[in-house]
């Protein structure tokens, strides 16, 4: 097997739309290649997270201290403006509806009926057993009654993010979503972005945005109602606040820089393939984009069409510095070293295009979210599908799942035993009690019976 990083750019005062066509490194051996993929799950890592650690508690103090007087100090410091107020009025996201194009509000349509229909599916039934001695036992969904939606602004614009935050927690019963989004130095957020709010009936949309903005949903604030949980995935700054904050409110999860890892073979076509990795490397310089591939061709000339779709692309800065600093591609002997490479690395995105891709998905152990077959680009996940587009990043797939519909909810365990019940099993916990010095645990029983 064969792995190399993406070629390097030349210096900076050489730099054009071309990837020198140097590999930077070279191996052969599976141990070496998990070493290159670890490093990937290290991109937010270092001195400057540490760094951050400290603005973010810093932040977080200052807003549970000072409220709105804090989140408008720190959005004129961040954001270049003042929110006055800090909400958008229902008025101003139905005129973002209204003035939308026609073409944007059928996709939008189009997104939240397929993204409610499969989410829809996902509701949770309660539990109910009835014991041998008549005990009832069951477990019970809810949902919480406030959510917080992060939705990011900066480099881009995601109405596609509120749709995915808010149609699952609308299914769940959530009573109350606040949405928070950072604005531009304007003081306006993408209208596109207001519309996808509107649609969802979210009433409650603030302009604000950083670890601010998670601070203000977490403890809560004179205009700003402290939510129960908070979703929605932003920089390494939000992050840092919402792990900072879990404990006094739900989240769903720490989102990282998005990756892809595409699984190919002879049968896959080399622009398809160039194309869904600049998808992912366009998001952010700190996006990974990974081919695992049995075709050495494939691996070959994949730079020579990387740099083909690279020119005049309009954000090929941001994709360069992506497959620069984190891009990997593996040739591998066999379809099951691509496999156990995948596994290792548990991506957020995983594409399988290959000739018989149904016939490895049992599998693949590890993946946020699965797209088989040439015919399934990530981008139609990313916006309609229909199952959710916030995954778990940076290997976290060993252990969790996509956001959904319980992650708005909780359950509850109902236990009512009859007193054939506690007779039948009163010895047992009395000896348990007493096995873990709990004196009046063994008591309740004993005076029942």
Not at 24 to 42: F, G
Not at 313 to 331: Q, T, V
Not at 385 to 409: D, I, Q
């Amino acid at each position: 097997m064969q792995v190399t990083l993406l070629p390097q750019l030349p210096e900076s005062n050489q730099r054009g739309n071309e990837f020198s066509q140097q590999m930077t490194c070279c191996v052969r051996d599976i141990k070496r290649a998990k070493q290159n993929l670890e490093r990937l799950k290290t991109r937010t890592q270092g001195n400057a997270q540490e760094t951050a650690k400290k603005t973010v508690e810093e932040i977080l103090e200052n807003v549970r201290l000072h409220g709105d007087e804090a989140l408008i100090e720190y959005t004129q410091k961040f954001d270049g403006f003042t929110p006055s107020p800090l909400n958008i009025s229902s008025e101003a996201l139905e005129k973002a509806w209204a003035q939308t194009s026609t073409n944007i509000k059928d996709a939008l349509l189009l997104a939240h009926k397929r993204i409610k229909d499969f989410h829809e599916q996902q509701i949770p039934k309660d539990l109910k057993v009835e014991g041998l001695n008549g005990e009832k036992l069951g477990r019970h969904w809810r949902p919480v009654e406030t959510a917080g939606l992060y939705i990011p602004g900066g480099r881009a614009s995601y109405p596609s993010s509120v749709l995915m935050n808010a149609i699952p927690a609308k299914v769940a019963g959530v009573k109350h979503l606040f949405m928070v989004s950072p604005a531009n130095e304007k003081g306006e957020i993408n209208p596109t972005v207001l519309a996808a709010a509107h649609l969802c009936e979210i009433d409650n949309v603030f302009r604000i945005g950083g670890a601010q903005a998670i601070a203000a949903l977490a403890y809560g604030t004179k205009s700003v109602r402290k939510v129960d949980v908070i979703t929605g995935p932003g920089n390494l700054f939000v992050t840092l606040a919402k792990k900072a904050v879990f404990g006094q409110v739900g989240i769903d999860s720490l989102a990282g820089p998005s990756e892809v890892l595409i699984i190919a073979d002879q049968s896959s076509r080399i622009e398809q393939v160039a194309a869904d990795l600049l998808a992912q490397a366009e998001h952010d310089p700190l996006a990974a984009a990974v081919l695992l591939t049995t075709d050495p061709n494939l691996a070959n000339n994949l730079p020579i069409e990387i740099n083909k779709q690279l020119k005049n692309h309009p954000r090929a800065e941001i994709c360069k510095a992506s497959l620069n600093d984190w891009g990997i591609i593996a040739i591998c002997e066999t379809l099951d070293e691509c496999i156990e490479l995948s596994n290792f690395f548990a991506p957020e995105h995983l594409e399988l295009l290959i000739e018989k891709p149904s016939s490895i998905i049992d599998q693949i152990e590890n993946a946020g979210a699965i797209f088989i077959g040439p015919w399934t680009p990530e981008a139609v996940g990313d916006y309609l599908a229909g199952p959710n587009h916030t995954l778990p990043t940076s290997g976290t797939a060993r252990f969790s799942g996509a956001l959904c519909v319980e992650t708005f909810m909780k359950a509850t365990s109902t236990i009512e035993f009859t007193k054939k019940a506690l007779e039948s099993t009163s010895q047992a916990v009395k000896e348990l009690a007493k096995s873990e010095g709990l004196h009046s645990h063994a008591e309740s029983v004993r005076l029942r019976i």
